[in-house]
């Protein structure tokens, strides 16, 4: 039992949405928002592998319409991401199990190769997993799915075959997801997956979201009744 938490997400998403509020309250650039965001992301993927023993964390970090926000802003991104990936990863995360969720093909080569190169590298880890979401959606990584196993010949498709052919293969479904900001939607986050989580929409723009909000949102979860359809006796 982790400080009073009886029951825990073995996979808990986050959609990290409110950098630029944040930045534009405090009269500052979106970049900035950004790099607070980028910052405060590290502390809460920390907390959860190291402090709360959390298995999965996925991340909703840059979806396939990210790609419309201004160029200067998708550049500052994928310097974050170049970042995160290439010089950093492997120090700042012992045990996890890089999973990049998304088509990396279409970022930069080099970025793209960083991802593939710290992908294979950390493939056998089994302790934690962050699953990175970078052009990432919903929809994309199902009809990405469907369109294997098709050229695969599947007949009689089952959920368990959708299962194996997403980029969560062989992960738990997500249990809990977190969205700052006070948006109530789910954005084309994860749609396979989440579909028995337990969700929450605290109103904290994301790079304020701190350690005592996630312990908050992990009391919320342990207060959720989850009955997967079923009732009672
Ligand atoms: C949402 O805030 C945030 C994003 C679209 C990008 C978040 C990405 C990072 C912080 C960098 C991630 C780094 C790694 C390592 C993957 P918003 O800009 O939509 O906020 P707003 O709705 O208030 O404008």
């Not at 994860?190 to 908050?216: C, G, S």
Request: charged share 25%.
């Amino acid at each position: 039992m982790v400080k009073g938490l009886k029951k825990l997400p073995k996979h808990i998403g986050f959609i990290i949405d409110g950098n630029g509020r944040w930045a534009k309250e405090r009269g500052q650039t979106r970049s900035m928002g950004h790099k607070a965001g980028f910052r405060n992301l590290e502390r809460i993927i920390k907390e959860c592998f190291y402090t709360y023993g959390i298995p999965v964390v996925s991340i909703y970090a840059f979806s396939t319409e990210n790609w419309n926000r201004p160029q200067k802003e998708v550049d500052y991104l994928m310097q974050l991401f170049r970042q995160c990936i290439n010089e950093e990863f492997r120090d700042k995360y012992p045990n996890v199990r890089l999973n990049i969720m998304g088509d990396h093909t279409r970022l930069d080569k080099d970025l793209s190769d960083a991802c593939a190169k710290v992908m294979v590298e950390t493939k056998d880890i089994t302790e934690f997993t962050l699953n990175l979401g970078i052009n990432y959606s919903g929809k994309a990584e199902l009809t990405y799915a469907f369109n294997q196993m098709a050229e695969e010949g599947l007949k009689n498709i089952t959920a368990e075959d959708i299962d194996n052919h997403l980029y969560t293969k062989g992960q738990p479904p997500l249990d809990f997801c977190v969205r700052t900001s006070g948006e109530n939607r789910l954005s084309n986050f994860m749609l396979w997956q989440i579909a028995y989580a337990e969700l929450y929409f605290p109103e904290v723009h994301w790079p304020a979201f701190n350690k005592r909000d996630l312990y908050t949102a992990l009391k919320v979860y342990q207060g959720r009744d989850r009955r997967f359809g079923a009732i009672k006796e």
